[in-house]
């Protein structure tokens, strides 16, 4: 039988370099901001008293509030490069601090220089200064297709043509296992202003995405107050936020601008999202017999 590289490493080493900054990455991947030095540390100590650490067993230890499928994606590095586990390797048990360390440094490097890049979307008008602009519609389709378990779609007005043009990129993060929250108005009120938004939802239903579609409007029932941001983001991790309503002539003909980040600032934004699901004018929506009706069961508890 053929021996494999991987088989062939000396795992009784500490890891390499390259592995560590892996690893500490792979710690910045949970949603929120923690002591990773802590976790490191709380990880080791587990280890040395338990032969299997559990998602269960590590929210006993620290306060961590990341979804359970970023801690079992934590876990499973961690075991397949045996830093925990009933084969675990001492010494790499005993890095796991330093990792926790290294993905401390990182964060910090993160906060202070994110990546951003400036999109827009341009009318034909030979006057205006374009470089140093992508395209807004490409960055919203590279966002979206790139997603793996989540993606908010904000937009306050919606087109069908927009829907078409988001459709492959909604299919692939399906596919990849994500679930679609759009948050949107004019759903269950406004008449003919409606007309758009509404066929849009129906169309996005009644695709192959439909099943793992929630539906969402943010609105003030007395002051008319509502949810003005235009916002696509996935994962916790890249998002867009601009002047760009999900529409064929927000992606195809005004003049828009956006910014797409990453890491540090689309968690914020996203804690932001998430935080709406506690507020009285979020307000779920379902539909039914072809109509769209306001859920009265508690959106924040979904």
């Known amino acids: ?36 030095e802590v976790v490191g540390t709380t990880l080791r100590y587990i280890q040395q008293q338990y032969t299997d650490i559990t998602v269960e067993r590590l929210r006993t230890e620290l306060e961590i509030n990341a979804p359970n499928h970023e801690l079992e994606q ?58 140093g602009f992508n395209n807004l519609l490409t960055g919203v389709l590279d966002i979206i297709k790139n997603a793996s378990s989540h993606v908010w779609i904000v937009s306050p007005f919606l087109s069908a043509e927009a829907f078409e043009r988001l459709r492959p990129a909604l299919l692939s993060a399906v596919d990849r296992g994500s679930s679609i929250s759009l948050v949107t108005r004019y759903l269950t009120y406004g008449g003919e202003d409606g007309e758009f938004n509404r066929k849009f939802t129906h169309n996005l239903l009644d695709s192959p995405c439909g099943g793992n579609v929630r539906l969402y409007e943010y609105i003030n029932d007395e002051s008319w107050s509502t949810f003005h941001a235009k916002v696509v983001a996935t994962d916790q991790q890249e998002a867009y936020l601009g002047t760009a309503n999900i529409t064929g002539q927000g ?50 508890r979904d």
């Open 251 to 300: 992606f195809l003909s005004n003049l828009e601008l956006g910014v797409r980040f990453e890491r540090a600032a689309a968690r914020e934004l996203i804690r932001l999202l998430e935080s709406l699901r506690d507020s009285e004018h979020f307000h779920q929506v379902e539909r039914v017999a072809g109509r769209f009706d306001r859920n009265n069961r508690s959106s924040s």
């Open 74 to 131: 934590l876990l499973d590095h961690l075991r397949y490069h045996r830093y925990i586990g009933s084969d675990a390797v001492r010494t790499r048990t005993r890095a796991l601090p330093i990792i926790g360390y290294t993905a401390e440094l990182l964060q910090q490097h993160q906060e202070v220089s994110p990546s951003a890049d400036l999109l827009a979307t341009f009318p034909d008008d030979d006057a205006l200064t374009t470089d």
């Open 1 to 36: 039988m053929a021996i494999s590289k991987s088989d062939m490493v000396d795992h009784s080493k500490p890891p390499e370099r390259e592995l560590i900054v892996e690893t500490a990455s792979k710690f910045l991947n949970l949603s929120g901001s923690y002591d990773y």
